[in-house]
């Protein structure tokens, strides 16, 4: 199973902050968190990662929580090709990630 | 950008037929990997593969799947004799290393359907 909790929608408003949580209480030390996405039904898609200090790059920002048993993505202005299944992954690897059912995140115009 | 490509996009196989799904990872790529994705469920972990040997699999990768990288640039998945329930998208992923400062980046997938 596993082993992180997101809700199962949200809905965000085109041009806003889309901000998804995420939880990983059992999360250990070496486990690393991954967030993807998945449009329609096509390869999943790498948006960012961290252990354990915030993160940032050109499509989103990675919030982790001190004690790392939460995270939240943030999509900083949401556009409607942001529409897309959202994955929050705990790993120590890349080699087996476990994803879950994820966010679905729909964008309105 | 590099991408990682599938072929072909989709397949269509008779039950108890022999079916080699096709990626070329990306060239300077070490670990390549198969997932797959039942419609309406999970995607999958099947098997991780690095230096010409399984690193990884899973209780799905039983003795009917195999992998194989038969030359430089493919990496192949074949399904010895298909069941109606091995019907799903089939990703391939592939990553400089196993290391996590590093992407995967997964290809578009091939839907495989059993008939």
């Known amino acids: 199973d596993a082993k992180t909790t997101q809700p199962p929608s949200m809905d965000c408003a085109e041009g806003r902050a889309a901000n998804l949580p995420c939880n990983h209480s059992?999360?250990?030390?070496?486990?690393?968190v991954y967030w993807y996405r998945q449009i329609h039904s096509q390869g999943p898609q790498y948006i960012i990662h961290?252990?354990?200090n915030n993160e940032t790059n050109e499509m989103a920002s990675l919030i982790i929580t001190e004690d790392r048993k939460s995270s939240t993505l943030i999509l900083p202005h949401a556009t409607l090709r942001d529409t897309a299944v959202y994955y929050c992954?705990?790993?120590?690897?890349?080699?087996?990630?476990?994803f879950g059912a994820g966010t679905q995140v729909v964008v309105t115009p | 950008e590099p991408e990682v490509t599938q072929t072909p996009s989709h397949q269509v196989t008779q039950m108890g037929q022999e079916v080699i799904l096709r990626c070329v990872p990306i060239s300077n790529h070490l670990y390549f990997y198969w997932y797959r994705q039942i419609l309406g469920q999970k995607v999958e972990f099947l098997v991780s593969?690095?230096?010409?040997?399984?690193?990884?699999k899973s209780e799905i990768f039983d003795d009917q799947f195999s992998v194989e990288r038969p030359d430089g640039s493919n990496f192949t998945l074949k399904i010895r004799s298909t069941k109606l329930e091995d019907s799903a998208m089939y990703f391939c992923?592939?990553?400089?290393?196993?290391?996590?400062?590093?992407?995967?980046?997964f290809g578009q997938g091939t839907r495989l359907t059993v008939v």
């Open positions: 992954i705990v790993s120590d690897s890349w080699g087996k990630l476990q």
């Open positions: 992923a592939s990553s400089v290393d196993s290391v996590q400062n590093t992407e995967a980046f």
């Open positions: 593969f690095y230096n010409n040997e399984i690193s990884e």
């Open positions: 059992t999360i250990s030390g070496n486990e690393y």
């Open positions: 961290g252990l354990k």
